[in-house]
């Protein structure tokens, strides 16, 4: 049984999170379930197809793969087709988002649900304030 | 008036039953036969009036235990199907992990503190459901501070630079909880000022909380951490 945590770049989706950061949730997360980590893998950044990932699971096998999201999944579908098919045995756990599972059924639906999310329109905080907020809350309900 | 409309233009909350009681009684024995050292018999009363012997610590280990039933938001989602449709529609953003909330009766107590949901960055867009697991007879439950109010006291920190400041922790609000009845629901706005006053019974309060939007509303700092895609069946 071999363990991997994957460190991505510093935008995972929404998210802007440090490797270091990264490895602190990840740790976390195998620290209260009882993992133990073996291996740690670090994907190159601007790159978001987990390729480094796969080659070490050709060499190491590895049995649990420990990311901080599903953001973290590629995002082309031809991609992701690719990482199920070669890492169907292994099971995925998702730090941020507490859930764990393996094969083609759960990996599709992280993508899908990665890809609802990146989809979501976003109201970005540093430019707006509570009454903006509350004026939108207001607005939008009596439309 | 509708929820949505007491929600909106009137007092930013509103009360109505549980769609499906079953279901939410179903909630309510899992998490109670989750926490009774005696499974075969599950007695939500019983387990209220253990729960006052516990200390904090152990209080706040069992909700943290408690985050990992994930299955909570949606069975507590299902159980109030209509409100939350008419609210957000079919395709949802909920709250991955439902709180399930303890509070104890008696002086220095943990409780929460005079809040609006909105400081925790959920976005404008969310509404929030808190069911109590048993009938509210006594102050055990939560005041809401009508949305009126609220603002204006939101208005009044923003315009001083402060978020959830002294003005909201300090305020003298008219504390009466709400007292609601096992199988209702109060459904507030991230705009409405609500906290827990200190209550005397011989026994705790337990209930559970979601927080939900449409997906077809922008979302704030809360992403995929917080919420999870959920559709609605029939």
Not at chain 1, 65 to 82: A, F
Not at chain 1, 83 to 102: M, N, Q, S
Not at chain 2, 143 to 170: A, C, D, M, R, W
Not at chain 2, 186 to 209: E, Q, T, V
């Amino acid at each position: 049984m071999t363990t991997a945590t994957v460190t991505t770049d510093i935008h995972i989706g929404h998210f802007k999170i440090p490797s270091n950061g990264q490895n602190m949730i990840m740790n976390d997360y195998a620290r209260r379930n009882n993992i133990s980590v073996e291996f740690v893998i670090p994907e190159p950044i601007m790159s978001n197809q987990l390729a480094t990932t796969l080659w070490c699971h050709e060499d190491y096998n590895f049995s649990h793969i420990v990311l901080c999201s599903i953001h973290q999944l590629p995002k082309d579908k031809k991609k992701i087709e690719n990482f199920i098919k070669k890492t169907k045995d292994v099971e995925f756990h998702f730090a941020l988002e507490g859930i764990k599972g393996k094969g083609e059924f759960f990996l599709n639906n992280c993508f899908k649900e990665a890809e609802v999310f990146y989809k979501a329109k976003k109201i970005d905080s540093l430019k707006t304030d509570w009454i903006e907020l509350y004026k939108l809350f207001k607005d939008s309900k009596n439309k | 008036m509708s929820i949505q409309e007491k929600i909106v233009n009137g007092p930013g909350y509103a009360i109505a039953p549980i769609d499906d009681l079953k279901c939410f009684e179903k909630l309510r024995d899992v998490i109670t036969e989750k926490l009774q050292s005696n499974k075969s018999e599950i007695d939500i009363n019983e387990l209220r009036l253990k729960m006052t012997s516990m200390s904090k610590s152990e209080i706040n280990n069992i909700m943290i235990s408690l985050l990992s039933f994930n299955q909570a938001s949606e069975i507590m989602l299902n159980s109030c199907k209509n409100i939350v449709k008419e609210l957000a529609g079919d395709e949802v953003f909920v709250q991955r992990r439902a709180n399930t909330i303890f509070n104890l009766p008696g002086k220095d107590q943990r409780r929460q503190w005079p809040h609006y949901e909105l400081m925790s960055g959920i976005s404008p867009f969310t509404y929030v459901i808190w069911a109590p697991f048993h009938d509210l007879d006594d102050k055990g439950g939560v005041f809401y501070i009508n949305q009126t109010e609220s603002f204006e006291t939101i208005k009044k920190e923003h315009e001083q630079g402060l978020v959830n400041g002294p003005t909201i922790l300090n305020k003298n609000y008219d504390e009466k909880p709400v007292k609601l009845k096992y199988g209702e629901v109060i459904i507030f706005s991230p705009f409405i000022l609500h906290g827990n006053i200190d209550f005397n019974s011989n026994k705790a309060r337990i209930a559970c909380s979601i927080r939900f939007q449409s997906i077809d509303k922008p979302l704030m700092q809360k992403n995929s951490d917080f919420y999870k895609y959920y559709k609605i069946n029939e």
